[in-house]
DNA sequence: TATGGTAAAAATACCACACGAAGCC
DNA sequence: CGGGCTTCGTGTGGTATTTTTACCA
């Protein structure tokens, strides 16, 4: 920390809250949140302490700051020793917390300022703190749907690829703990599993196993969930398999061969296409290919809430977005995957699968990339109509008067071959919208091919 | 394997203006 | 409170231009 809020610019700055893109500090955070419902929605985490820019995602215990992804990558990665600090799980809050429950929050911090009884805990500024599937945390005020509703039709996805074994492959791979990393869980509150260590580091698939999230999991509530999603965006969970398949989801689940055993990473493929899938399911727009831009700013803006997974932020951005689609689309998440293991990803030995399995992933990926058709929703048929009959230059539209090299309201001078059966001919017709005139009244031939002039 | 050149593909910008949305009276 | 008016910003499609990607030597 050391950098000051950018609200009152005098406390120092303590939390970072991703939808304002601001460092503030404590009261100026419950201020700034607490005047409307919509901005108690926020989900904010701590600051990182090294950058000072980005929200942190993690905790390390031996060197008691809080990281953002990038630092925590820098940090650590890089050295011997930095790799085998523990680090505990940041996660996100919402809401207007009060001091006691921030205390609960950031329980390893000894030193956060008392910020006064909050000013709007009844109600629906209470705080939030997304749970795991189970729900029992949600809020009266149920200010996490979304949230809540894309977790469910994940696991609904998950549960059904896992029955297929699509995803899992041959092995009764446990569903990896990053599942329940996927959701908001305040680091040593009393809401959650006790914060977790990576998988890739000091957590083999045994103790993922342990997590019981199957267990935990109730179908009904996910069944309720997926009505509730479907009530809301009219978008049936038919519509959302076959965005899902539409969108390379069905490429995500093919690369189960490059998955290996690392459970971290596989939990970060399945959350991230899950919810991109859902993403396109909330998206009335047209879809667009994935720009390099959103591509980057998914490797270099972590999301404090799912730290060192793929980014699944995504999902529960574009819930309540305008962003175009075609931002999250595949925001890179299957590029990711394909083009190489990401930074939280730690390679691992069990995840030298084939280099041919690879290949023909990226192969199958791009074919289906390839033939993804993007139909462009027109939102305004009056101004199509409009521009349907504009006269242009060069593409472009002219003034009423001024001179143009084309009117879609004249029809193009046109060849075509005709076919009587035996012969073959040629004659001038004219071109529109509604089909080919041949010049000369009926002609009973058959159009073999046409050419414009 | 790295590099440079070329071709192909994709993305973006540009234009005028009707019209939707919002504000005002 | 509803209707009329004004103002402002947006979206529309075809083409040129720019940028990115792919491929080859």
């Known amino acids: 920390m050391g950098y000051t809020c950018d609200f009152c610019g005098d406390q120092r700055s303590m939390v970072y809250c991703r939808s304002d893109a601001a460092s503030l500090c404590l009261s100026c955070d419950r201020n700034v949140h607490s005047a409307n419902a919509l901005s108690r929605r926020h989900s904010r985490t701590l600051v990182c302490e090294r950058c000072n820019s980005q929200p942190a995602c993690v905790r390390c215990v031996e060197e008691r700051i809080s990281l953002c992804q990038n630092c925590d990558w820098t940090g650590h990665a890089g050295s011997n020793s930095g790799s085998t600090h523990k680090r505990q799980t940041l996660n996100c809050y919402s809401g207007c917390p009060s001091a ?166 596989q939990g970060a493929h399945v959350t991230e296409g899950s919810s991109i899938g859902l993403v396109n399911a909330m998206q009335p727009t047209c879809s667009n290919a994935p720009s390099a831009d959103s591509l980057m700013s998914c490797k270099t803006e972590p999301n404090p809430c799912f730290p060192r997974q793929a980014p699944s932020n995504l999902s529960f951005s574009g819930l309540s977005g305008e962003s175009g689609a075609g931002d999250y689309q595949d925001c890179g998440a299957s590029s990711m995957l394909l083009m190489g293991e990401p930074p939280w990803c730690s390679p691992c030995p069990e995840n030298s699968f084939p280099l041919t399995s690879r290949s023909s992933a990226v192969l199958r990926y791009k074919e289906k990339k390839k033939a993804r058709k993007f139909e462009k929703k027109v939102r305004y048929a009056s101004r199509k109509a409009r521009a349907d009959v504009r006269r242009r230059v060069k593409g472009r539209f002219v003034k009423a008067g001024d001179a143009y090299d084309y009117d879609p309201l004249i029809p193009d001078e046109v060849f075509v071959i005709l076919n009587n059966v035996n012969r073959f001919s040629c004659c001038l017709a004219l071109h529109s919208g509604d089909g080919i005139a041949v010049l000369g009244g009926f002609v009973p031939f058959d159009i073999v091919e046409v050419y414009v002039r």
């Open 100 to 265: 006691a429950e921030l205390s609960t929050i950031w329980s390893f911090l000894l030193d956060v300022p008392s910020v006064g009884d909050s000013t709007c805990q009844q109600g629906m500024g209470a705080m939030s703190i997304t749970e795991n599937c189970s729900g029992n945390s949600q809020g009266p005020s149920g200010n996490n749907n979304n949230q809540d509703i894309a977790i469910a039709v994940e696991e609904s996805d998950l549960q059904k690829a896992d029955s297929s074994n699509v995803w899992m492959g041959s092995t009764s791979m446990p569903l990896p703990d990053t599942r329940l990393k996927n959701v908001d869980l305040p680091v040593g509150s009393t809401y959650s599993t006790p914060p977790k260590l990576y998988c890739s580091e000091t957590k083999g698939t045994e103790q993922c196993e342990d997590d019981g999230f199957y267990e935990d999991f109730d179908m009904d509530e996910v069944d309720l969930n997926i009505e509730n999603y479907e009530e809301l965006f009219g978008v049936t969970l038919n519509d959302t398999e076959q965005l899902f398949e539409n969108d390379g989801i069905d490429s995500l689940f093919g690369m189960k061969d490059m998955s290996g055993a690392d459970s971290n990473c």
